[in-house]
Antibody, heavy 121, light 110 residues
Framework: EVQLLESGGGLVQPGGSLRLSCAASGFIFGTYAMSWVRQAPGKGLEWVSVISDRGHSTYYADSVKGRFTISRDNSKNTLYLQINSLRAEDTAIYYC??????????????WGQGTLVSVSS | QTVVTQEPSFSVSPGGTVTLTCGLDSDSVSTNYYPSWYQQTPGQAPRTLIYATNIRSSGVPDRFSGSILGNKAALTITGTQTDDESDYYCALYVGRGISVFGGGTKLTVL
């Protein structure tokens, strides 16, 4: 069974940084692209970023480009999201999600339970 | 900037059939956009229902089906149950790694 467990969220001041992690199990992690999706309180879903299976290709939403960095360690079956220069509008639950097929970037696999990032002074 | 459109809200009677749609402001939705659908109840993580237009995720009842209807992606729920009352989101893959979500549809079963 696929399991995705996010961690690393918390309360941070504007301008601060956090690194989110997503521990994966139940599948061959290094053969699937992985995404981050976020949801601000009371709002809809927003795709944030995706990374290819080996980590050579990364893509970002315009709203986070230049401030967020997605990465992965296939030896640890872990996905990361480094978030810098945090703003109040980055306050959200951050979910990691597995892409459904190897070598594809589109969404459709299972999701984790999410980790909450709150940006406030 | 790509905008994905969904009905903000929809109502259906228990046992009825409802079709939610997912469109694009600037193009017709086709299978090339790999539409996917997600169900979310309050306080819970989204659950994948359908991906790549019409493939049901593991464990999803066959009451849920995906298709292309006209120029939009569609999620049809037949024999709607009260437990189906949720928010439903679609996502489209627009290329170069980028996906875009619709604003979501709040489905009421009454």
């Amino acid at each position: 069974e696929v399991q995705l467990l996010e961690s690393g969220g918390g309360l941070v001041q504007p301008g601060g940084s956090l690194r989110l992690s997503c521990a994966a199990s139940g599948f061959i992690f290094g053969t699937y692209a992985m995404s981050w999706v976020r949801q601000a309180p009371g709002k809809g879903l927003e795709w944030v970023s995706v990374i290819s299976d080996r980590g050579h290709s990364t893509y970002y939403a315009d709203s986070v480009k230049g401030r967020f960095t997605i990465s992965r360690d296939n030896s640890k079956n872990t996905l990361y999201l480094q978030i810098n220069s945090l703003r109040a509008e980055d306050t959200a639950i951050y979910y990691c999600a597995k892409c459904p097929y190897p070598s594809t970037f589109y969404l459709g696999g299972p999701w984790g339970q999410g980790t909450l990032v709150s940006v406030s002074s | 900037q790509t905008v994905v459109t969904q009905e903000p809200s929809f109502s259906v009677s228990p046992g009825g059939t409802v079709t939610l749609t997912c469109g694009l402001d600037s193009d017709s939705v086709s299978t090339n956009y790999y539409p996917s659908w997600y169900q979310q109840t309050p306080g819970q993580a989204p659950r994948t229902l359908i991906y790549a237009t019409n493939i049901r995720s593991s464990g999803v009842p066959d009451r849920f089906s995906g298709s292309i209807l006209g120029n939009k992606a569609a999620l049809t729920i037949t024999g709607t149950q009260t437990d189906d009352e949720s928010d439903y989101y679609c996502a489209l893959y627009v290329g170069r790694g980028i996906s875009v979500f619709g604003g979501g549809t709040k489905l009421t079963v009454l």
